[in-house]
């Protein structure tokens, strides 16, 4: 069974820095994009940015909303995706979630969330 | 890039049928075939229900589908059951490269 464990939320200040990390067990992701979604309490959800597989050179993408801010990579070794999060916001407070979509037999796989709260 | 466009809600009565629009542009919706809709309950993470416009991974009933028309797609779920109610998003991939959401739609079933 593949699992994605988030880790690394919190509290952090409003300018302050924070690192998820999303580990996949059970599967390797090494082939798949991975992107980063978020979603406020009682919100929508809003998409944070992806990175591509190696065979397309990692390539990144991000929303205006965190484009400067946030940056996404990936170590396919250990099966592990990151969101560094620099600059944050009051606004930057949700619930982070990884997520990649396995082409091959449609799966699409979701971490559980990490609470990150901007606060001071 | 603006949000998806979807209602805020609807509703309809067990074994029915009921469909959900997302608005986009001809830079999103309209201009590729990569619409996702997915499905979320409270307290959970969202779960893919139709990719591609009108694909249906393994696993998911053939009580959804997915359609579209020019910058409008569609998510029509038939036979209504009362475990079908939950939050719908729509997602598609845009011009800039990127993905945009929709607000989200709360489906009641009566």
């Known amino acids: 069974e593949v699992q994605l464990v988030e880790s690394g939320g919190g509290l952090v200040q409003p300018g302050g820095s924070l690192k998820l990390s999303c580990a996949a067990s059970?599967?390797?992701?090494?082939?798949?994009?991975i992107h980063w979604v978020r979603q406020a309490s009682g919100k929508g959800l809003e998409w944070v940015g992806r990175?591509?597989?190696?065979?397309?050179?990692?390539?990144?993408a991000y929303p205006a909303s965190v484009k400067g801010r946030f940056t996404i990579s990936r170590d396919d070794s250990k099966n592990t995706a990151y969101l560094q999060m620099n600059s944050l916001k009051t606004e930057d407070t949700a619930v982070y979630y990884c997520?990649?979509?396995?082409?091959?037999?449609?799966?699409?796989?979701w971490g559980q969330g990490s609470l990150v709260t901007v606060s001071s | 890039q603006s949000a998806l466009t979807q209602p805020a809600s609807v509703s309809g009565s067990p074994g029915q049928s009921i469909t959900i629009s997302c608005t986009g542009t001809?830079?999103?919706?309209?201009?590729?075939?990569?619409v996702s809709w997915f499905q979320q309950h409270p307290g959970l993470a969202p779960k893919l229900m139709v990719y591609?416009?009108?694909s249906r991974p393994s696993g998911v009933s053939n009580r959804f589908s997915g359609s579209k028309s020019g910058n409008t797609a569609s998510l029509t779920i038939s036979g209504l059951q009362a475990e079908d109610e939950a939050d719908y998003y729509c997602?598609?991939?845009?011009?800039?490269?990127?993905?945009?959401f929709g607000g989200g739609t709360k489906l009641t079933v009566l």
């Open positions: 997602s598609s991939y845009t011009s800039s490269d990127t993905r945009v």
């Open positions: 591609d416009v009108s």
């Open positions: 990175i591509r597989s190696k065979a397309d050179r990692y390539a990144t």
């Open positions: 997520k990649y979509f396995d082409r091959s037999d449609s799966s699409d796989y």
């Open positions: 001809s830079s999103d919706v309209g201009g590729y075939n990569y």
């Open positions: 059970g599967s390797t992701f090494s082939g798949s994009d």
